[in-house]
Structures are given as C-alpha cells and as structure tokens.
C-alpha cells in the first residue's frame, strides 16, 4: 500500500511531447542527450526511488530524526540510503563536468527530482538544498571558494544548507540580526538561525552553511545583507578537514510532517565567532542567495507534483482493492471495487489531472531553463528566462496547492482507513503540507507574481505567454476533432480572463497595491490553472494524433484525452470566477482595518 512506481511513461511523454527534449538536445553541452540515454537515466532513477527511498519513506516519517548530547541522528536506513544516492551519481547530474558533474539538461534533473521527492519527501530534501547551493556558487563564488567547495558538493560528499531566517524576521529578511566582522582574508559570523534543514546531521563529514549576515556598516534593511560560506568544519589548504568552526546545533524541531528530515536551530559565534568566506560582494547577498532561492522553489513545486503522485497512486491501488456497495444501476447485489463507484472516479480524475497538469509546467519550465542558460541566440536566452522568472512562482505555489489538495483527497478516497495513520495516506497530507510555507509562503509567491513579475515590467512577460496559449488555440481551431475543439473554446475563454485580470492588475498595481494582493492568491491560481489546461490539452491533441497514426500505447494516450477533458471540464472552468475574484474581490480586503477582527 505505500509502494511507489515512477511514472515513466507519462514522464517521458511530457519531457518528449511537452518540454521537447528534441529542441534540448540540439542545445551546446547537451548533444550527448539521446533518447537512449534519457530512458535508461529515466529507468534507473524509478529503480533507486522504488527500490531505495520508498521502502524507509514511512519508517523514517514514524522514527523520525533525533537530537542528542548536540548531535543529530537520523532514522535507520537513511545514511546507507544517501550513500547509495551518491554512489550512483544523482547528486551531480545537471552540473558543471570540471567539477565531477555529468553536464546533463536540467529538463533530466527535473524528473529524477520528481521521482525522490515522491519516494522520500523527507529524503530528497538534503540533496534539494545541495543542489541550490552547488547553483549559487557556481554562479557568484571566487574562483578560491569554488576550488575548495564544489567538487565535494557536486558529488555529494558534502552537503549544502540555506540560513535564511532568524526568530525575530520571519520571511521578512530585512530584519536579521546575524553579525559578520571582517577579520583578514575572512569574517567572523555571529547569530542564530531557525528552520535550517538539515543544518546537522549524520550523512557526511562536512556541512556548508550559506549564511545571511550583517557587515558593522551595512545600510539598513534588505541593501545591507551581505551572503558567506560558514563550513562546519574548516578545509585544510590540502582539501582535508581541519578545526570544529564556532557553531552548533542547539536544537531541532518537533514537526506536523516531514519527521525524518531534521529541521535545526543552528547557533553561530558562541565563543570567537564562526569563520565564515564572502560571496560575491558585501551587501549583496539576497541579489546571490535568489539563485539559490529560485533553484529551491522550483523543487518545492516538484515536492508538490512528486507527493500529488504518490498520493495518486496509493489512492488508485486501494480504490482497486475496496471492496464495498453494489455497483450503481445494476442489479447484482454484490458489492463492487469502489474503483467502480462514480464519486471515488470522480476523484481519482481530479487527482491524475492536477498531478499531470502541474508535473507539465514543472517540466516545460526546466527546458526553458535549459534554452535560457544554453541557447546561442542571446534573444531567445532573454525570452526563456523572462518565461523562467514569469512561472517560477506558479510552478511552486500552484503545485504545491495541488499537491495538498491531491494528498487530501487521497484520504477521501481511503473513506475511515484514510483517517488511520496505519494506512500511509495521512503521511502524504503532513508531508505536503510545509511545501506551501517554506521557501517563501505561498502568499509570497502570489506577491512575487503580481507585483514583481506582471506590474513591474507591465505585463510583458505574462502578455507573450498569453500569446503563445493563443497561437496554440488557434492551430486546434482547426482541428477536426470535435472533442480537441470544444477544449479549445474553454481554454481560449480562460486565456481571456487571464489577459483582462492581468492588463487590471497593471492598470491598478499603481494606485491600489493593496487590492491587486489581496487577489494576489486566486492570480496565481488563475495563471496555473490556464497554463496546466494549455499543456494538458497540447499534450491530448498529440496523443490523438498518435492514437491516429497508430503510434504508442492506445490505452495510455487515450487516458491523456481523458484526463485532458476532466481538467478542462471540472477545473479550467472555474477560470471565469477566479478573474472575477482578482478584480472584484480585493476592495472588501483592502477596506478591513485590523481593529475589525
């Protein structure tokens, strides 16, 4: 019941038909990417996650990880587990080869990430993290830091952290209080950190902290944090290990979900002050913590879209299995699988629709990801990372809302059994649920987009987005199958409201911030919604010309139409309401004061 299979097959239809892997290959550095190769990465990596991760995924959650005597232990299974994962080479796989990375498309990563967070959400969030940090450094540390830090961080050997937030400062990170004093070639840092994942514990030798810190000049607020290098032990001019740096552990937390990845209260200088190396230049450390940031929401996103399937498909094979009432309309008094029961189909379409809408843009914005970091043309570059930046928040908010709302419905569909910890279903919900809080609440997300990614540049990103939905509406237009058609007229309808909410929402951002955020939420949802109902409908206008063509399996391309419709039918329409909501709904909000409540 909590066993969990990658689901290859339609991975490989959305890397291939959706975020075509075709155009990726052709892109400098990525020409050894054969289909061949992708397969067999793809095959593998299902291995490892089945195999490996999944097996400790419900143990872990039930021993969880401990803090004793200040050290920190995690649950049996997941350093042998870890070993194994490096061992293979998933922790370098999109990464630069000069530093014992394998140089392949993040499109590839992308999947592989699908595939350990569904097996292991609590698991994949120690190589998570190392992956943005490996990103970060790669792109703003000195030629020095790189030299001593990145090969064992590609290979995993060390890991990467993220000290972001103090008690005092919450998301709003102009309020750290962590001191960083120069003193030579280095600084000394000093302060304390909160929900530090991961920020000690037992897989390797070396941990490396990206601190958030204060110089004594920096001007005030969010201009005046500078970013450093804080190892957990020194590294010796030789590369080996030196002295214990001046920080600890002081404590983790007790959590709702996630209980094996161990979440620290990590203390800096409580004696001369923990060594710490500058990244890029003082006071501008959010500018180069962003790369590391954006890496991390994109992922989260994919801890949405991993959960969503795994919750899928325990939801699916116990629908199978319940046996319980007569079938509707039959005359046969014994009872049926509830598999067959209009309400549990009902919500398993929701849930394989949502997971396949959001695993679609997830994918689709890796290979722009892919096109703004690799493409010659450097016009092309700026329009894929305008998309990137465009639907990085959405690829986070949206699928981690999905995921949630997925894994909750995976309890309906276990009836009482779903209520019962024994069962695995309630994991899925207490694991999902910190993805719409950390790396930036949701709300921050929806912020992020209306404010900074529609009104800033006067929705010129959203607006060639919209046209690239419309010139896609506009080919199905003329299709000659009536079913693609009349899925074309709703998303053609609901690319409308998303291009009048967001000309509203450049028109008004101006005079009355406070009402675009107040819609802000039901935006974001409105923008996922239209770009999951775009691709799931690309990927069904594909699927019937394969089924047509006799190409592929019948049986899985006619349940990409199928779910298609169910998206566009039961959650595309609801479009038309989330606009109304945006434009209408914010001046009630705007006009309560806090006295109200």
Not at 27 to 55: C, F, H, Q, R, W
Not at 116 to 127: D, H, R
């Amino acid at each position: 019941m909590n066993s969990y299979q990658a689901p290859i097959e339609d991975m490989r239809f959305v890397i291939n038909e959706i975020a075509d892997m075709a155009e990726i290959a052709t892109l400098p550095g990525y020409e050894d990417a054969s289909p061949d190769l992708v397969d067999a990465i793809l095959e593998e990596a299902g291995k490892t996650a089945s195999e490996i991760l999944a097996p400790i995924n419900r143990s872990g959650d039930e021993q969880g990880s401990h803090f004793e005597n200040g050290v920190v232990r995690t649950p049996d299974g997941f350093k042998d587990a870890y070993r194994q994962f490096i061992e293979m080479g998933w922790n370098g796989m999109p990464f630069d080869p000069e530093y014992g990375g394998q140089g392949l498309p993040w499109l590839i990563t992308t999947a592989v990430t699908e595939m350990v967070q569904a097996a292991n959400m609590s698991f994949g969030l120690c190589p998570l993290l190392t992956q943005g940090a490996v990103e970060l450094l790669a792109a703003h540390a000195s030629e020095e830091l790189k030299a001593v830090y990145l090969e064992k961080m590609v290979s995993g050997e060390w890991n990467g952290t993220m000290n972001l937030t103090e008690p005092q400062a919450g998301s709003d990170l102009a309020r750290i209080r962590t001191k960083a004093v120069c003193n030579g070639d280095h600084y000394l840092i000093s302060g304390s950190k909160l929900f530090i994942t991961y920020g000690e514990h037992d897989w390797t030798e070396n941990i490396i902290h990206l601190v958030l810190a204060r110089t004594p000049d920096a001007p005030a607020g969010i201009k005046g944090i500078s970013l450093f290098v804080v190892p957990k032990f020194l590294v010796n001019d030789d590369g080996s290990l030196g002295a214990r740096n001046d920080l600890r552990c002081a404590s983790i937390e007790h959590k709702l979900g996630i209980n094996a990845s161990p979440t620290a209260v990590m203390a800096f200088g409580d004696n001369e002050g923990a060594v710490g190396y500058l990244v890029g230049e003082e006071n501008r450390g959010i500018q180069c913590m962003f790369t590391m940031m954006n890496n991390a929401r994109l992922n989260v996103g994919l801890q949405g879209v991993g959960i969503a399937e795994r919750a899928y498909q325990q939801a699916r094979d116990y629908a199978q299995e319940r046996v319980q009432s007569r079938a509707l309309g039959s005359d046969d008094p014994d009872p049926v699988s509830i598999i067959q029961h209009p309400d549990v189909k009902r919500m398993l379409l929701s849930m394989k629709s949502q997971t396949e809408a959001t695993r679609a843009l997830a994918y689709y914005v890796a290979s722009r990801i892919d096109i703004a970091k690799r493409h010659a043309d450097s016009a092309e570059r700026a329009y894929a990372q305008s998309l990137v930046d465009l639907l990085t928040p959405v690829v986070k908010a949206w699928s981690a809302d999905t995921g949630i709302e997925v894994a909750n419905t995976g309890i309906q569909v276990h009836g009482g059994m779903g209520f019962i910890e024994e069962s695995g279903a309630p994991q899925h919900l207490r694991d999902a649920r910190i993805t719409a809080i950390y790396e930036g609440t949701n709300g921050i997300q929806a912020n992020d987009l209306v404010g900074r990614k529609i009104a800033y540049d006067q929705g010129a990103a959203v607006n060639t987005l919209i046209a690239s939905i419309r010139a896609f509406d506009h080919e199905l237009a003329g299709s000659q199958n009536q079913a693609l058609k009349d899925m074309g007229k709703v998303l053609d309808s609901s690319v409308d409201v998303l291009e009048t909410t967001s000309n509203w929402v450049v028109q008004t951002y101006g005079s009355a911030p406070e009402e675009v955020a107040a819609g802000a939420v039901p935006f974001l949802r409105l923008t996922g919604l239209v770009c999951g109902g775009w691709l799931l409908i690309r990927g069904a206008a594909t699927a019937q010309n394969k089924i047509e063509s006799g190409e592929g399996n019948p049986d899985f391309l006619r349940m990409k139409i199928i779910t298609a419709r169910f998206f566009v039918d039961h959650l595309l329409v609801q479009c038309a309401s989330l606009g109304q909501t945006v434009m209408t709904g914010g001046s009630i909000i705007a006009s309560v004061t806090e006295n109200d409540f």
